[in-house]
Structures are given as structure tokens and as C-alpha cells.
């Protein structure tokens, strides 16, 4: 019996480095957030609606069905009007919490290099006033398989998503103005 023991451990042993190389990506998790000095309530009106991302700089136009209602979907148009789009569908809402969750369900990885992403924007209530304005995504790089390409691998992935949420964050400071410590 011992002997069965030790050579399945030492079987099992020696996959371990196998398996190891041939598990494929891993999902990635990204927050990143800011802090304004308007109360929740103005920041919600601003970037709440899911149909309206007007407030993105990237963002050149969007176009969507059902608003706010879940499964309600929309169009991202990139750049210009006849610049590169994303898909996107709203899978959770709510006006009360001032948050909402979405995924991609149409992007080509040379726009962003992912797949499989979800992501969830909220804004709460600062403390000594303001908002804390969060925005969280996971995702899986753009390359599926073993061995991605540089401008498909999780660090280009993380880098992409992180520049878009930057450029969102950035634009609400502005709008919005930093808060007074």
C-alpha cells in the first residue's frame, strides 16, 4: 500500500510542470478609481445612463436600445464616426446604488486586446464630501491559446483596459473638479 502511495505521488509529481505550462490564460482584474469633488447625485446624472457615454473622451458617438433595462445594449463608435465600434449589453443596473454592470459582446482584439470582459462602474459618497467614482473590469487577454503574441498577452491586455478607464477617470476629474482634502 505505501508503495502504491509513494509512485502515484511521484507520478503525480512529475505532471505537475506539465499541467502547469499547459493551462491557458488566467483572468484579469482591474480597479481603478478617482475622487470628485460634485456630490453622487450630479455625478450619477452624468454617467449614469448606459446609453450615453458621451462623457468618455474616446467615445465618438453611442447608439443603443432599452436604456437602462437589463439586457439593454449598446454601440460605442471610437474616434470618429466611422471609427472602430464596441458592442455591449447591461446585465445589472441600478439607480439606487448608482452602478451598473456590462459586457462586450462584439470587439476586435486590435481595438482591445480582450475577451471575455465584464465591467462595473458606481459611484459612492466620499467622505468630507464628493464622489469616489470606481470602475472595475475582468476580462481574458486577447490570445486564447498558450504563447499570445506581445500585443495579445495579459500585460497588454491590463495596460489597454487601464488607459481606457484612465481616460474616463480623468475626463470625470476634470468635469467635475478634484475634491479639497
Not at 449589453?89 to 441600478?94: A, G, R, V
Not at 464630501?129 to 500585443?151: C, K, M
Amino acid at each position: 500500500m505505501k508503495k502504491r502511495s509513494f509512485m502515484a505521488m511521484a507520478l503525480a509529481a512529475t505532471l505537475v510542470p506539465g499541467v502547469a505550462l499547459a493551462h491557458g490564460p488566467t483572468r484579469q482584474k482591474i480597479t481603478l478609481t478617482t475622487e470628485v469633488a460634485a456630490e453622487p447625485a450630479e455625478v450619477w446624472a452624468r454617467i449614469g445612463d448606459f446609453q450615453d457615454m458621451s462623457w468618455h473622451p474616446a467615445v465618438h458617438s453611442s447608439t443603443g436600445e432599452n436604456g437602462n433595462e437589463i439586457d439593454a445594449t449598446r454601440v460605442l463608435s471610437l474616434g470618429a464616426a466611422d471609427g472602430p465600434t464596441i458592442s455591449e449589453i447591461l446585465y445589472k443596473y441600478s439607480a439606487e446604488k448608482m452602478s451598473y454592470s456590462y459586457r462586450i459582446t462584439d470587439v476586435l482584439v486590435e481595438v482591445l486586446p480582450v475577451t471575455n470582459y465584464s465591467s462595473h462602474l458606481t459611484v459612492k459618497a466620499r467622505d468630507g464630501g464628493g464622489s469616489l467614482i470606481e470602475w472595475r473590469g475582468a476580462f481574458y487577454r486577447g490570445y486564447p491559446n498558450n504563447d499570445p503574441p506581445e500585443d495579445l498577452n495579459d500585460e497588454a491586455a491590463i495596460a489597454a483596459v487601464s488607459v481606457v478607464y484612465q481616460a474616463g477617470l480623468d475626463a470625470l476629474t476634470t468635469a467635475f473638479g478634484a475634491p479639497d482634502s
